[in-house]
């Protein structure tokens, strides 16, 4: 009698088989692993209508916009094209990483793409395209030079460049910068833009 309990209780203990065990769930995707295998590229586009003015109105505020928007950053106009309706500018923004121990050679810049096109009562703005790279000789020469490339919402999974959790601090204040650099620059051409019939230019 004895035994017989001790067989049962044994039955009722033992872990089930691979068989008989309830299938296991799939592993939730995290923000990382999601990003990691879709990340896109950061920046912003958008369609805007500006009731009553024409595409050679919005194309000079746009041009001119362009001309005030970059005073303290290099920028080059790559198309400048009034017939088509469209403006090209290829800026650039300073970087320089905030871990100022072991960071020399990720000193740089970003560069990006602002493209505008226009027509009667509307424009698109298309801002992105944001790669980092380092620019200088020292590291260089070296070959210590780091460049984080394409900047994207993805968490940091690229190369060991400087290590000690640094390049991870870095893309993340890459990712922030262009943000805020977006951010501000959507809202300066808005602003520029909603003001197109005030004058012909």
């Known amino acids: ?15 089930a088989s691979a068989a008989e065990q309830p299938p296991e769930s799939p ?9 990691s295998s879709n990340p896109s590229p950061l920046g912003a586009t958008e369609v805007v209508s500006v009731n ?9 505020t746009a041009l001119a916009w362009i001309g005030t928007a970059f005073k303290s950053a290099k ?17 650039e923004m300073e ?19 602002v493209s505008i096109a226009v027509k009667d009562g509307r424009y698109k703005y298309d801002i ?31 190369p060991k460049c400087i290590g000690f959790g640094k390049d991870n601090r870095n893309w993340l204040q890459l990712q922030t910068d262009v ?8 809202s300066s051409l808005k602003s520029a833009m909603a003001k197109a019939t005030e004058s012909d230019w």
């Open 179 to 186: 943000t805020d650099e977006t951010r501000i620059l959507v």
């Open 27 to 35: 592993p939730s995707s995290s923000i990382a692993t999601t990003a």
């Open 75 to 91: 920028a080059t106009i790559d198309v400048a094209d009034s017939t088509g309706g469209q403006i090209i500018a290829k800026p």
């Open 128 to 158: 992105g395209s944001f790669v980092h790279s380092y620019r200088g000789a020292e590291c260089e020469r070296i070959g210590g030079a780091c460049n984080y490339g394409a900047i994207s919402d993805a968490p940091w999974n690229g």
């Open 52 to 60: 009553g003015a024409s595409k050679d109105q919005l194309y000079s």
């Open 95 to 113: 970087y320089a990483s905030t871990s100022f121990i072991g960071s020399a050679c990720t000193k740089g810049v970003v560069s990006y793409v």
């Open 1 to 15: 009698m004895l035994l017989a309990l001790l067989l049962q209780s044994a039955t009722l203990i033992a872990p």
